[in-house]
């Protein structure tokens, strides 16, 4: 959620902080502004001008943005850059970040929330402090000038610390005063927020993709951490403005998993490499007949001791915990609860300080599993993170970490990172299973070596993409689809369902095959699209009797299923999309990509924006 970018160096600052901005679209945004200090302005409608800080900002995509800044014509070598998914106010342009204080002497943006922030409001105006804006944000600028103003009239840095201590809630915020052109400074307390180390320039940014076409050297600030960033200086300091020493972090991403590559949508690129992704963490993992986890400690040495696993996550990280609970049950024989993240801490959950919770997220930022994890520490538990950045939040408070591997995705929706997570769930549940001897020496290497054919399976089913795309060309104007299965074909639907709505804007609902009866076949109309999947042979039968159940009633009936099952199935089902035989406890991570590829090409087909869904964001960092 929100994009933050800040520069200073010997480069156009607005172009810098425009292209990094570009790179941080795929979080969601309403709304897009950049402040220079020093800018040369030639057109002043369009700005909020200081005596030294142009602000140059609006509603709408960065494209607009870009227009309004041709208009200004703005030029400097120091700024800071925002693309806001709005929280507080609604999206326009004088909500639009960045904000600056009543006099204009400071500008701010801000990725967060302020909870506190109407007592500050009342008490900045009770002393003279105007607003324009219904922000949270403009709080916080107010503020820093009026500790600069009367407390620390030569140091910007303190008013900044001071003002920090008043804060309650969420931040991410890069800082200009027009009094120091030669610096900027940024602060963070529970979203995310990396420094970028350069030559005679340095960057701060709220995720690497935004700096990586100039430096691979950062610092990853850490909460209640403040920076002071100068073209040739990075000062770190904690929340009582003591100096910090931060160790450098290189960046080892493949800087072209940033870009399209000549595919049309990052989504579709990020689909195809899905084998590639799988091959990283699969073998990073499985070597010689053996799952590597000696530096997963709860595993190798606290397995047998392990009574009870909590699963938590949100979203397409909640549902490959769906699929994960089945398959640690079924292997490890440890029972599993899981838990939507937001909601976990209300919950009030039982748990004892034998359990293990299993936290999974693609940014290892998301706010509410952040939260989750932090409840599972206080009450006892160890903590198993399952995420795809390095150095994120909830990697460093883990007390393993088991990297997906899947480098950076840019889309929205999740694909490849999902593919990974259940990868990463598999291995985690064999790795427990031959740790606890609930499998056998024998059908634990069958099933390492069915593992590693996945990337290959997954391949195949790629090159036959072509099918669901004319699949998606005859039927993409469904005005409701229902997805249906049974055990992990379940688990299955459910991703498949959100990840047609949340890219196609189609309604789309999944369901256990066996609830049909309980109410939800009532919705069932002639013409209704259902997806169904077929691949659990003990199920088959089951499910098969809910295909006929709906096909009855009019329904048009896309099928998901094993190549063996495919003459069964197309006796019922309307149009099979097969994928190959396979262990049957491991098809979640072949049968999604299908599913992946339908929304995908409805989405194409309706005109909508693949990447960037409207009202999506990729990384929710705010409550």
């Known amino acids: 959620m929100c994009g933050i970018v800040g520069y200073i160096g010997k480069k156009d600052a607005v172009q810098v902080l425009v292209d990094g901005l570009k790179k941080l679209e795929y979080r969601g945004y309403d709304s897009a502004g950049i402040a220079v200090y020093g800018g040369k302005n030639e057109n002043k409608r369009n700005t909020c001008t200081g005596n030294n800080i142009v602000v140059v900002k609006c509603k709408g995509r960065l494209d607009s943005l870009q227009e309004k800044i041709k208009n ?9 850059g925002h693309t806001r998914w709005a929280t507080h106010g609604e999206p326009n342009d004088v909500n639009s970040h960045p904000h600056v204080s009543h006099s204009s002497k400071i500008a701010v943006v801000h990725n ?4 506190n922030y109407t007592e500050l409001k009342e008490f900045l105006e009770s002393e003279g402090f105007e607003f324009v804006s219904d922000t949270d944000t403009e709080v916080i600028a107010n503020l820093i000038e009026y500790f ?18 008043l804060l309650e809630g969420t931040y991410a915020l890069g800082i200009m005063c027009e009094d120091f052109p030669d610096r900027f400074i940024v602060a963070r307390k529970g979203s995310p927020l990396v420094i970028g180390l350069g030559e005679n320039e340095n960057f701060a940014a709220s995720d690497i993709p935004a700096i990586l076409a100039h430096t691979r050297n950062t610092y990853i600030l850490d909460d209640d951490e403040v920076a002071l960033i100068k073209q040739d200086q990075v000062i770190v300091y904690d929340g009582f403005g003591n ?103 209300y919950q009030d959950p039982i748990i004892s300080p034998g359990d293990l919770v299993i936290v999974i ?15 599972a520490k206080r009450a006892g538990a160890r903590v198993l993170s399952i ?76 090159n036959h993409r072509e099918e669901v795309q004319k699949f998606a060309a005859r039927h993409y104007n469904s005005k409701s689809v229902f997805f249906i299965g049974r055990g992990l074909d379940y688990a299955l639907s459910v991703e498949g369902s959100l990840k047609l709505k949340e890219i196609s804007y189609i309604h789309s609902e999944a369901y256990a095959g066996g609830e049909l009866k309980h109410g939800t076949i009532a919705l069932i109309e002639e013409g209704t699209l259902v997806v169904a999947c077929v691949t659990q042979n003990y199920l088959k ?30 006796r019922t089902a309307d149009i099979v999309i097969t994928i190959p035989d396979m262990n049957q406890l491991l098809v979640p991570m072949v049968a999604i990509t299908p599913l992946q590829l339908l929304a995908y090409y409805f989405a194409v087909q309706k005109g909508c924006d693949v990447d960037k869904p409207r009202n999506l964001a990729k990384s929710v960092t705010v409550e």
């Open 148 to 165: 600069y103003k009367y407390y620390h009239k030569e140091e910007i840095t303190n008013a900044v610390v001071n003002s920090l201590k």
């Open 387 to 462: 995420v795809n950045t390095v150095g994120s939040s909830i990697a460093r408070e883990s007390d393993n970490v088991l990297y997906t591997l899947a480098e950076p995705e840019i889309a929205i929706a999740s694909t490849k990172a999902y593919n990974n997570q259940l990868a990463a769930l598999y291995i985690v549940a064999l790795a427990f299973a031959m740790k606890r001897r609930t499998v056998n020496d024998r059908a634990a290497l069958e099933i390492m070596e069915e593992i590693k054919r996945i990337p290959e399976l997954v391949a195949e089913v790629l």
């Open 72 to 80: 200004s014509i703005i030029r400097g070598n120091m700024g800071i």
């Open 112 to 115: 967060g929330i302020i909870e």
């Open 243 to 345: 100096e910090v020493k931060k160790e450098v972090f290189k960046v080892d991403w493949d800087i072209t998993a940033t870009e399209k590559s000549g595919y049309e949508h990052f989504m579709i690129k990020e689909i195809c490499e899905e084998p590639e992704a799988l091959r990283n963490i699969i073998n990073s993992r499985i070597k010689d007949g053996e799952i590597v986890a000696g530096d997963l400690s709860i595993i190798e040495n606290e397995a047998a001791r392990v009574n009870k696993i909590f699963i938590v996550a949100c979203g397409t990280a909640y549902h490959a915990g769906l699929v994960g609970k089945q398959v640690i049950e079924t292997l490890a024989k440890i029972p599993v609860e899981i838990s939507i993240a937001s909601e976990f801490r």
């Open 541 to 570: 039968d089951k499910i098969m009797s809910n295909i006929k159940e709906v096909k009855a009633r009019g329904t048009l009936v896309l099928a998901v299923t094993q190549s063996r099952f495919t003459c069964e199935v197309s």
């Open 361 to 375: 997220s693609q940014s290892g930022e998301t706010i509410y599993t952040l939260f989750a994890l932090r409840e």
